[in-house]
Structures are given as structure tokens and as C-alpha cells.
């Protein structure tokens, strides 16, 4: 995929080519949406873990971080007040981001606030909101806002950007995979094939089943050793154009599977997200100016006709 | 791009590429500990420390579940049920089914977070309140209700089997007054 006769030139063409920004301004519309809606869940949660009676108290989390963190809760009393300030703050500029408006500092100001909310009650969080600060912070310093965006179109906005923002997110992606391959490669119940079964009978993870095959033996063997390999491969091989498509098909639907059967809110729809980082500008383009054509042609037919 | 910047953007890509290592490589020498120095800044700063060991090395055994039990002046008991995944629906987990399961199973019941326990004990102690204002509040009991998946080869549970039989201990106890 990637020639060079030294590894400077391999490090230049891999970080400072040029490309269109389609595909990571569709990313920025993907995961500011899902951000959204996790934002919509989290709201009403104000009174038990970010206001003045929550679950963990201010004076707590002052006392077991006192270093100089990003958490703007520390510059006030923790009250109702600030806490709903800050969400509604926290709200508007993911809705910004989502249109491409002023994007680059909404985007700041989504990660400071996202920030702040998880720094309050650092306990409460998992690999989600991990993944959520982690990605937030990397998008910042791509040319997400070029395309798609309101702000393309109130000013031009250069059509042709280097590539090494959108570049760190894929290797974001893929260190995810490995490392968490290599760490599941030291333990024997995902080499003996009994991972699944332990993972999949955690009685707080439990949601659908799937009648027979989550009782059969042959079946959580095959989906153990399936899950190293698909995520060593989505680590590795989804560098290469000849697996790419395909494996971001599978790890799709490796994910949905996840989603259906177990519940790690979030998780799994930011992961997918991610995959699609891996699509070519011209892969979106090509996508989205079907969709469009598609919605053209339907909004040309009677209603009766769109039905049918 | 001119070659500055160029020089600039990939000292900064060579940094973050050490961000999303850092945890994997604790290489504790003194040129890497100098290296480390402003990583570990940053990591702390947004906290980001990422190890992505989710059910690794080996997903986990233990169920588990939180209740405060509450004596009131006039010798009576309630019980406050910390929200349970196992009983939420599926909207409820995302909203905050999952965190409570978070901070009870890998917080509140570690040996080395027991700083958190006097604030959830309070907690319970605001929920059960608005249902019993006219009670004068004791003691709180924080229990801890556990049941371990038996090893596979010992006995196979059935995917969504209601066979958890749980057993009890208190974990610590609130003094009100």
C-alpha cells in the first residue's frame, strides 16, 4: 500500500499527504450524532452524579485530585446551577460541531465540558467515555469542519488538507485492537475458547439471547477465538486496501453482535463510528451524493408512490 | 506546508503516538521517565490513560450488586436497592444503568477506594428520605451481594439463566447519629 525507499519518505506520504476531507467530516457528523444522543441520556442524570447531592460528593473528588486537571466543576460549589450551565453549554456545542459551525473551537469546548462532566465522577466512567475524551481531543486537529459543514458554506474552506489528524485517529483504532488482543492473549479462558461464555453470563451485561447457539459449547468457542482474530485482523490487515472493505464490514457486524447480546452502552456505536474513518474521501463522496440522489428521486414521486 | 511547521506537526505526532502507548510502555528508565514527564501531563490533564483491557485478560466472574439497609430510631428497617442492570431495562442501563454498575462493582467495593463509601451511604440515606421524612435515620448498612459464575467445568450455566444465588455481606456501616 505504502512505497518508500526510507522511512522518512514512508513517514512523510503516511502523515503529510493531501487529501479531500469528506471522510473525516462525515466521521465528525457520525460521532458528534452519537455524542448527542449519549448527551441526551446522561441529562437527566444531573441530580445523581453531577449536582451538589450526588452520589459522590464534590469535597470527595476535590480531595483525591488535587493536581491541575481539566475539570471546571473545581472552580465552583458544585451547584445545580453550574451543573445545567455547564450541560447546556455542553449541548449547544455538539449541536455546532454536528452542523460544522465555528468548528474547530466547538469542538474544543465539547471536549472541555465532556471533560468536566466525566472528571466530577471519574468512578462512574468506562472504556466509553475513555474513548469518547481520547477521540474528541484527536479531532480537534483534523480539517473535520472542510466539508459537509456550515462553516464551508459561509467561507471557502481548503478543499485539499494533509492527512496526519484523520491518520492518528486510524492509529487510535488500531492500537484499541491490538492492545486489547495482546491483553486477552495472557489469559487462558480466551485461549481455551470459555471467554465468551464467562463474558456473555455477567448477569449486569446480559441483553438478547440468541436461542441455542448461546448455549452451545461449539458456538462460544468459535465466537471466542473469532473475536482474537477478527480484532488482531481490525488492528492490523484494515491498513491494507485488499482487506479494508471487507473488515469493516465484519467488524460492523462484530459489534452489532456485541450490541444485541450484551449491553456496554455506547462501546460499540462509537467502535463502529470509527471504522468508518477508514473509508476513502471518495468512498464517502460516492455515498453520500447516492443517498442524495436517492432522497431526490423520492421527494419527486407522490407520497402514495414513496410508500409503495 | 512549509518544512517548520512540518518539523512541529510531527514532534506532535511522535507525542501522541507515546499517549496512546504510555500505559504499555512503562519503561521506567531515566531517559524515558524524562520523556514521560509532560505525557503524563497531558494524560492526566484530559485522562486519558487508555489500557482497552476490557474482559482481558479474562473476562469476569463476579456478579454483583449494592443495597443499603437503613435503622431508624424507632428499631424499623428500609432497604434502598442501588440500581442493577439485571433489573433495568434497556433504556435505563444506558442511562445509567451501566455507571452505577461501574462505580459499585469496581469502585465501591475495592479495598482501596473505601474513601467513596460515607458518600454513597449518604446517598441512600437522601433517596430513602423522600419516602420517610418523618423518620430520624440510625445506622445505614451498605451490603454487598455477590455470586460467582461457577468455573465451566464445574457446571454450565444457561445464557440468561435467573440461577444466581447471592450472598450477602456488610460492608460497612454509617453512623448517623
Known amino acids: 500500500m505504502y512505497q518508500g525507499s526510507s522511512c522518512l519518505q514512508f513517514f512523510n506520504h503516511f502523515f503529510f499527504e493531501e487529501k479531500t476531507t469528506e471522510n473525516i467530516s462525515f466521521f465528525r457528523i457520525f460521532w458528534m450524532s452519537i455524542l448527542f444522543i449519549h448527551y441526551l441520556f446522561d441529562i437527566s442524570n444531573i441530580a445523581d452524579f453531577y449536582g451538589p447531592h450526588a452520589l459522590v460528593s464534590l469535597s470527595t473528588v476535590k480531595e483525591q485530585f488535587p493536581f491541575f486537571h481539566a475539570n471546571l466543576f473545581h472552580l465552583s460549589n458544585g451547584s445545580y446551577e453550574f451543573a445545567f450551565g455547564i450541560a447546556l453549554i455542553y449541548g449547544i456545542s455538539i449541536i455546532t ?96 475458547g470459555t471467554a465468551v461464555y464467562y463474558a456473555t453470563r455477567l448477569e449486569s451485561f446480559t441483553n438478547n439471547t440468541i436461542p441455542y447457539l448461546m448455549d452451545s459449547q461449539a458456538f462460544l468457542k468459535m465466537a471466542t477465538w473469532g473475536t482474537l482474530i477478527l480484532e488482531i485482523s481490525l488492528g492490523s490487515l484494515i491498513w491494507f486496501s485488499e482487506f479494508r472493505k471487507s473488515l469493516i464490514f465484519l467488524g460492523i457486524i462484530f459489534h452489532l453482535g456485541i450490541e444485541y447480546v450484551m449491553t456496554i452502552p455506547f462501546f460499540e456505536w462509537y467502535m463502529i463510528a470509527l471504522l468508518c474513518v477508514f473509508l476513502t474521501p471518495e468512498e464517502i463522496r460516492g455515498t453520500v451524493n447516492k443517498a442524495l440522489r436517492i432522497l431526490k428521486a423520492l421527494s419527486q414521486k407522490p407520497f402514495l408512490e414513496k410508500v409503495s | 506546508m512549509s518544512r517548520y511547521k512540518k518539523i512541529i506537526i510531527s514532534f506532535f505526532i511522535f507525542f501522541n503516538l507515546l499517549c496512546m502507548l504510555r500505559v504499555h510502555l512503562p519503561l521506567e528508565t531515566k531517559l524515558f521517565s524524562a520523556i514521560y514527564k509532560p505525557v503524563d501531563f497531558y494524560l492526566s490533564f484530559f485522562s486519558i490513560y487508555q489500557d482497552w483491557m476490557m474482559f482481558a485478560k479474562n473476562p469476569s466472574r463476579s456478579n454483583s450488586f449494592l443495597t443499603a439497609d437503613v435503622e431508624f430510631v424507632d428499631g424499623t428497617f428500609q432497604t434502598f436497592q442501588f440500581p442493577s442492570s439485571s433489573s433495568l431495562t434497556y433504556g435505563e442501563k444506558y442511562k445509567y444503568g451501566e455507571r452505577f454498575r461501574k462505580i459499585i462493582s469496581e469502585s465501591v467495593f475495592m479495598p482501596n477506594k473505601k474513601f467513596l463509601l460515607k458518600d454513597v451511604a449518604r446517598f441512600a440515606l437522601r433517596k430513602l428520605k423522600t419516602s420517610h421524612s418523618n423518620k430520624i435515620p440510625k445506622k445505614v448498612y451498605l451490603k454487598k451481594h455477590f455470586f460467582l459464575t461457577p468455573l465451566i467445568t464445574d457446571e454450565f450455566i444457561p445464557h440468561q439463566s435467573t440461577k444466581y444465588n447471592y450472598q450477602v455481606t456488610t460492608i460497612y456501616t454509617h453512623e448517623v447519629i
Not at chain 1, 459551525?101 to 475513555?130: G, K
Not at chain 1, 481520547?134 to 494533509?162: A, E, M
Not at chain 1, 492492545?179 to 487462558?188: P, S
Open chain 1, 97 to 192: 460541531s454536528l452542523f460544522g459551525l465555528y468548528t474547530r473551537i466547538s469542538i474544543v469546548t465539547v471536549l472541555i465540558c465532556m471533560t468536566s462532566f466525566h472528571q466530577r465522577n471519574i468512578w462512574l466512567l468506562s472504556s466509553s467515555e475513555v474513548l469518547m475524551r481520547t477521540i474528541t481531543l484527536l479531532l480537534i486537529f483534523t480539517p473535520c469542519g472542510n466539508s459537509y459543514s456550515l462553516d464551508s458554506v459561509i467561507s471557502f474552506k481548503k478543499r485539499k488538507w494533509p492527512v496526519w489528524g484523520t491518520r492518528l485517529i486510524q492509529l487510535q483504532v488500531s492500537v484499541i485492537y491490538l492492545w486489547t488482543a495482546w491483553h486477552k492473549l495472557k489469559g487462558d479462558t480466551w485461549v481455551d
